[in-house]
């Protein structure tokens, strides 16, 4: 088997996701701009509004884009594993009989671009296939209860 990206409505999700993170940056920047601008520093406010500006534009344009190429996912006879992350990268592996529950989930903007997660719990941990289109995540869920399904049958017959 080898690892799946996402599709490109999953970039779209996570560009909205980065321009929503870094708007409550923006705000922030904002009241600050304003209160050192009233306090009599103008330069240092439009230094800091400048600066904060430009460092959103560059997350909303690059992050987005590094995530979405970096996210991978595999589903195997075994185990699930998922690659994702920016500069450090994480890579979860769940062994097939160890999953409990499945659930697919969708939030707001999940829903707004048609995309879901799946989400595999186990006793001691919650690994999430995010950003997947809703039929694949579908198949994706059902793909993993027939297998878990199956591990649990030949297990009750050894």
């Known amino acids: 088997m080898e690892y799946q990206g996402l599709s490109k409505k999953a970039l779209s999700v996570l560009r909205v996701n980065a321009v929503i993170g870094v708007a409550f ?6 009241v600050a701009s304003v209160l050192l601008f009233t306090g009599g520093f103008k330069l240092a406010a439009v230094l800091v509004a400048a600066a904060v500006l430009i460092l959103a534009v560059l997350y909303v344009a690059i992050v987005p884009a590094f995530r979405f190429k ?37 939030g707001p903007i999940d829903t707004a671009f048609g995309v879901g ?14 950003f997947l289109e809703l039929d694949k995540a579908q198949e994706i869920a059902e793909q993993l209860n027939t297998v878990v399904g199956l591990k649990i049958r030949g297990g009750e017959n050894k």
């Open 25 to 30: 940056f923006v705000l922030g920047a904002a």
């Open 70 to 106: 970096r996210y991978k996912y595999l589903i195997s006879d075994d185990r699930v594993e998922i690659i994702e992350g920016i500069l450090f990268v994480n890579r979860t592996i769940v062994p097939i009989d160890r999953i409990h529950q499945i659930d697919i989930a969708r």
């Open 117 to 130: 997660k799946v989400i595999v719990t186990t006793a001691g941990s919650v690994a999430r296939l995010r």
